[in-house]
């Protein structure tokens, strides 16, 4: 009787410890490999403000950062940038935007600069990531998609997650917010993706 339910005991933590391992230090826990994600493909028109249709000189990084303009999707991120060769305010972009709803619009091709990243533009590729509000912290949505996108990266260009850095490891802008304000999120975050790119490895043998 007590030994049965010993093993019974036994077989639950055994279970609980298993799932607990799955789970990140932030407790966000993301079942995705490093397939290609689903991208819509919105080039914006090569111009001077937003694609100045340069060729990158190879890829060493991954580049994140957050819109700053919470509750604005993808689409209108995307359709901000590819108007400034009208109203030519200011040079800006990225190679990919990823939304509230976890689409992800490419904007750039990813061999090609994009003004994102400051003196990183000509050898990283940039991913913008909309938020919902002032905390700049993304949705599960938003956060699943980003995680397969960088882990599509790494394997496509053979990076590993010491190359995924933020805006403010280039420069010192507060951006990505959350990832800046809460460093734990953004080791979790770059343990996602290492799995996710472990995953595929595993995958492919
Ligand atoms: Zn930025």
């Known amino acids: 009787m007590y030994a049965a339910a010993g093993i019974m005991l036994l077989v639950i933590l ?25 991208l819509d493909v919105q080039l914006l028109d090569v111009n001077p403000y937003s694609r100045p249709g340069i060729q990158s000189d190879g890829i060493n990084g991954i580049v994140i950062h957050y819109t700053a303009n919470p509750g604005s999707t993808a689409q209108e991120n995307r359709d901000y940038f590819n108007g400034l060769q009208y109203s030519q305010e200011t040079e800006a972009s990225s190679n990919f935007i990823v939304g509230l709803e976890g689409e992800i619009i490419q904007c750039v091709p990813t061999w090609e600069v994009a ?31 980003l995680v397969q996108l960088t882990a599509w990266l790494c ?5 590993t997650t010491d190359d995924v850095i933020r805006h403010y490891d280039v420069t010192g802008k507060i951006c990505p917010k ?5 460093e734990d999120a ?9 799995d996710a790119v472990g995953k595929s490895r595993r995958e492919q043998g």
């Open 178 to 182: 959350y990832f800046v304000e809460h």
């Open 186 to 194: 953004w080791e979790a975050f770059k343990e996602n993706v290492g």
């Open 14 to 38: 055994t279970a609980a410890a298993g799932i607990y391992s799955c789970v990140s230090r932030n407790g966000r826990y993301v079942d995705v490999d490093a397939s290609e994600p689903d």
């Open 115 to 145: 003004y994102a990243s400051n003196e990183r533009n000509s050898d990283t590729v940039s991913i913008e990531v909309c938020h919902p509000d002032e905390t700049g912290k993304f949705t599960d949505e938003t956060y699943r998609s």
């Open 155 to 159: 394997v496509k260009f053979d990076l």
